[in-house]
């Protein structure tokens, strides 16, 4: 499956975004999948992720309560909307997908990914 993230771009604090993932390729509903960022000179980091379905999600804490991942599989597009943005937020955003575990949050969990959206918040 090929990923392509978007929607990505400069924000004051406490703006928001909503980044995009669409996938193309094999059945985007047998795919959990997750979004991963990382800073620059930090190791990349689990953000959130949805289960095949979309019955199930979950966050780092980091992200809790001002994040919100989502996923239309009739359009095999998978959502991160960030509210509340901090610029630790800053950083490539990527989406992953999963064929095996319902709620992954390593990266070793995850067989696809996208090439990443640059998120910057400022002060």
């Known amino acids: 499956v090929q990923l392509q993230a978007s929607g990505g771009g400069l924000v004051q604090a406490g703006g928001s975004l909503r980044l995009s993932c669409a996938a193309s390729?094999?059945?985007?509903?047998?795919?959990?999948m997750g979004w991963f960022r990382q800073a620059p000179g930090k190791e990349r980091e689990f953000v959130a992720v949805i289960s095949k379905s979309g019955g199930s999600t979950y966050y780092a804490a980091t992200v809790e309560g001002r994040f919100t991942i989502s996923r239309d599989n009739a359009k095999n597009t998978v959502y991160l909307q960030l509210n509340s943005l901090k610029p630790d937020d800053t950083a490539v955003y990527y989406c992953?997908?999963?064929?095996?575990?319902?709620?992954?949050?390593?990266?070793?969990?995850?067989?696809?990914w996208g090439q990443g959206t640059q998120v910057t918040v400022s002060s």
């Open positions: 390729g094999r059945t985007f509903s047998s795919y959990g």
């Open positions: 992953a997908a999963g064929e095996n575990s319902p709620i992954a949050t390593m990266e070793y969990e995850y067989d696809y």
